[in-house]
């Protein structure tokens, strides 16, 4: 994955380097800003995870396995 962004990169280099130039400043900042909705993601992942494995619990005290 990172081969292929380093050669997309190089490609729009050499192709329009300005702005090659400004993805490569904007990026970080970029990151920065995802990175919350990031954590979100991750937040609402462990919360539907705690949901799921409690309304699943009474099928699992019954003895059932599912996987």
Do not use: E
């Not at 990169?9 to 970080?28: G, H, K, M, Q, T």
């Not at 979100?40 to 799921?52: E, K, P, Q």
């Amino acid at each position: 994955m990172s081969f292929l962004a380093l050669v997309g990169w190089l490609l729009l280099f050499v192709l329009c380097w300005p702005i090659a130039l400004l993805a490569l400043v904007l990026w970080p900042v970029v990151w920065l800003i995802s990175l919350p909705f990031r954590l979100l993601g991750i937040a609402f992942d462990a919360v539907f995870a705690f949901l799921r494995a409690v309304l699943f619990l009474p099928a699992r005290v019954l003895g059932y396995r599912g996987r």
